[in-house]
Every structure is written in C-alpha cells, then in structure tokens.
C-alpha cells in the first residue's frame, strides 16, 4: 500500500474522495506535506446509512467470530508498523519509536477485547419463572478521537464497540486524519462493508455528527469545554454517552523516595508525548524535605533532553501538535513570566518554524495561579511545595477534574493510603502513565463520565435486556 498521498475515507466498504480537502501539517516544521478529505454532510448521511444498514446483520454474527476479525485487524496493523509509524510521526510530532508503540499498543487493544466473553445470567428464584438477563448492542456508534493519541484512542473505540455488536463511523482529529485512514483502507477487506467507516473533516463535521438522529451512542475524546457541547447536543435525542475529557493531574511525592531512580520516571511521566498526554503530570507536589534536590535533578534532565522533529535520530520529545495549542501554551509561559513567577527553561529548541516548547519547570508558584489551575497541555510544569499530607491530599482534590494522579513513596503501605483519598478515576504508585485493556479508566468530577477498557468498557456499549420466561405447569 502507498502510505504517501491520495488519502480516502472508508464508507460502505469503499474509498471515497471528497470534493473538498484540508491541509494537514507537519508540527515539526509547521508547513502542510498532505490533503485529507473534508467529508459533507450528504457524506455523513451515507456512513450513517450504511453502518445502520450493516448493524441488522452485524449484531447477529456470533460474538467469537467478530473477535476473529479483531484479531485479523490486529495482524494487519502489525505487519504495517514501521510505514504507519513514519506516517505517524510526520502528522503527530512525536518520534518514531513512540509512534510505534502506540500502534502496537493498539494491536495489543484489538487483541485484548478478542478474548472478552460478555456474561449472561440466569435467575431462578424458584417462583414459577425463569429470567435471561444479557446485554445487546445499541446500534451505529459515533466515535470522534483526538490529535494527541489518533491512533490507540481510536482502537479503544473500534475494538469495544465493533466486538458488541454495533457499527461505526470514525472521525478522527482534522490535525491527525492521515493514519486512520490509511488504517481504514487496511481493513477494508476485513469487516463487512459498513461495519466501519472512517471520515474526516474540520471543526464543523463534529458537531453534524452528535447531532445526527443515526447516531445511538457517542464515545468522545477532548477537551471538557467541547464534551460538554457533545453532551448538550446528544441531549436532544438521549444518545449514550462516553465522555473522556480534561485532567490536571496530580502527582504527590513523598520525603523517602530514591530521588535519582524516581526523577527521571517523574520527568516522563509529565513530559512524554511533549505534555500532551489527558493523564500525564501537570502538577508535581515535593515534600519540602526533598523540594531543592528533585528540582534539581529534574532541571538537569530537562537541559539534556532534545526536543526536535521526531523524524531526527536522538530526539525525545517532538513539537506540540497544533498551532493552535502551541500558542495556548506559549500564552501560559507568558502568563506566567508577567506574574513574576520562576521559570527553568530546558535545552534550546529549533526555531525553524515548527510549533516547538522548551520544556519549562515553574518554581513554586501559588496554587491560584494559572499555569497551577489550568491544564496545560504542554512541556510547563509546575513544581509546588508541601509539609503534611493532609495539606497536599486537599490541594491535590482542589480542582475541577479526577481524571488521574500518582503517588511516589518508598513506603507503598502510605502510597497507597494517600492514594485512597485523591478523587481521581486512576492513580499510580510509584510509576505513570500505565493503562491495561482489561482495566476500566473512568474520569471523575469534570473529567468526564462513561468506562473505557475492559469488560465495563466494552458493556458501555450495550444495553441490558432482561427475558422473564414462565416455566411449564406441571
């Protein structure tokens, strides 16, 4: 397959141009390198028509042989690695081997939920009947997935929601359309025509999707301000929904730590994919004990790290994604420079055009602060100073989102403790950013709602159906 040019969308089992495109650009140098169509709404009608023509065959073929699909899907991916990595990297930014693995940590997804068996139950209380209690699909499912993780976060909506029953139509980010469509156009031939399609299009094709009449569920992806838009417009027709939005995540370190082994997993864990990461550090409690001392190890690390394009052999950290997310960070740098605060810059970054941050410690500023109160989405993080646990618990709680944190203490019995009082979905141990596909991931507060991952994800997209059956009179 050409993995360079002449990029289509996969509706009713076809490639499908658009009379219009969108230009996607490479962050790495901020010029566009390729077109994408920009589906129309007659478009949009015709996914929706096939996938709910293709969903009253769909949801009657066997479980485990929807499952045999995923799992062919999954071998395709795999034997187009290194292609759609290199893809990958020139429309996301991030170097190649992180490109890689998140596609194979997409294969790993698909593989996962071809193991799941959805239980159903028998009731017998003895009261002259019986009742079958299972779950069904809800119909076509209306997947929209974001720029910073375009391919994994996609699969953990395909893989789920097409293992239940239901069919799909798949936008991606109009930053990040390139390699699911070309996903699309590999497994064309592995699912049944219109058990998945794959659009794209601009800002406007989101919102003519969620309030599409065809659409029976939404799993969203994004921002809390554009998920609580989704949710207004699923409103008007009680759609299902799957809302994983913001997080200003928390990570409390405590005075016993091995600071050389914990900085560097603290520096990844906050830094990986330049920042933009739902579920990453954006706020980094330090026990006043050993305040100076991780402030300075994670300074060294961010003076050695090289942030360029992630098609250049060293690079770790690649540019923020998007223009329009490069300028809301720098605006938070600037913020945070005319309120006096103290910045550490870390190694210098190209300056060739392409959307690079440096990446850029704040020291103790106050927590009302906006570089503290906002998620940045960015390489700016800020290092905030705690005595007692009580005190850092409640500031860790002190926001409008519970998405994830993380707890670091040579004492795992206390980590874990402290771990039981943060109002998040998910919170680590001496570790970051790990996710499993048989692990439910929920957001609390303004974090969004819904289960992804999974026997509870995959049961997010499937109603229960409760058969009472009378037995026989004897």
């Not at 509706?11 to 219009?20: H, L, N, S």
């Not at 390198?33 to 478009?43: N, R």
């Not at 023509?53 to 009657?60: C, D, G, I, N, V």
């Not at 929601?161 to 069919?167: R, V, Y």
Request: charged residues 20%.
């Amino acid at each position: 397959m050409d993995f360079h040019g002449n990029y289509r969308m996969l509706i009713a089992g076809e490639m499908v141009d658009a009379d219009r495109s969108l230009d996607v650009n490479n962050p790495a140098s901020g010029r566009p390198f390729a077109a994408a169509p920009d589906c129309s709404a007659e478009q949009l009608d015709a996914a929706v028509d096939a996938a709910a023509r293709a969903f009253r065959t769909w949801r009657h073929v066997p479980l485990k042989k929807r499952q045999a699909m995923l799992l062919r899907a999954a071998d395709v991916l795999a034997d187009n690695v290194d292609a759609l990595a290199r893809l990958f990297t020139q429309e996301q930014g991030r170097p190649i081997e992180g490109a890689r693995s998140e596609i194979m940590t997409g294969v790993a997804w698909l593989r996962a939920y071809a193991q799941i068996d959805v239980p159903v139950q028998t009731i017998d209380k003895g009261d002259g009947q019986w009742i079958e209690v299972s779950h069904v699909p809800l119909g076509v499912v209306c997947a929209i997935s974001p720029w910073n993780f375009p391919v994994n976060l996609s699969i953990w909506k395909i893989a789920p929601a097409l293992a239940a029953g239901n069919t799909m139509v798949l936008k991606p980010s109009p930053f990040t359309p390139l390699c699911m469509l070309k996903i699309g156009e590999l497994l064309r031939d592995i699912f049944p025509a219109g058990v998945l399609n794959i659009i794209s299009g601009g800002d406007e094709l989101g919102p003519l999707m969620t309030a599409h009449p065809g659409f029976a569920k939404i799993s969203f992806t994004g921002s809390t301000a554009t998920g609580k838009r989704v949710m207004e417009s699923a409103a008007q027709d009680l759609k299902r929904l799957t809302l994983e939005l913001g997080g200003n995540d928390a990570a409390i370190v405590m005075p016993d730590v091995d600071l050389d082994d914990v900085a560097p997993k603290i520096f990844m864990g906050a830094f990986f994919n330049t920042a933009q990461i739902c579920i990453a550090t954006k706020r980094l409690y330090i026990h006043d004990a050993i305040y100076d001392a991780l402030k300075d190890r994670l300074s060294k690390l961010a003076r050695m790290i090289k942030v360029g394009d992630g098609a250049e052999q060293g690079t770790v950290l690649g540019p923020i994604q998007n223009k329009r997310q490069f300028e809301r960070v720098m605006a938070l740098i600037d913020d945070a420079r005319a309120q006096g605060l103290s910045l550490i810059e870390g190694a210098p970054v190209p300056e060739n055009g392409g959307y690079f941050v440096p990446v850029t410690l704040v020291d103790n500023p106050p927590e009302d602060s906006r570089v503290v109160q906002e998620e940045a989405f960015g390489p700016i993080l800020p290092l905030l100073r705690f005595s007692h646990v009580d005190e850092v618990v409640a500031r860790a709680n002190d926001s409008e989102y519970g998405l994830a944190g993380a707890v670091w203490s040579a004492d795992v019995a206390q980590a874990v403790a402290i771990a039981k009082r943060l109002e998040t979905g998910t919170v680590w141990i001496n570790q970051n950013l790990k996710m499993r596909p048989d692990t439910p991931f929920a957001g609390h507060k303004q974090s969004g709602f819904g289960i992804e991952n999974g026997l509870e994800g995959m049961l997010e997209y499937m109603a229960p159906q409760a058969i009472y059956v009378p037995k026989p009179q004897a």
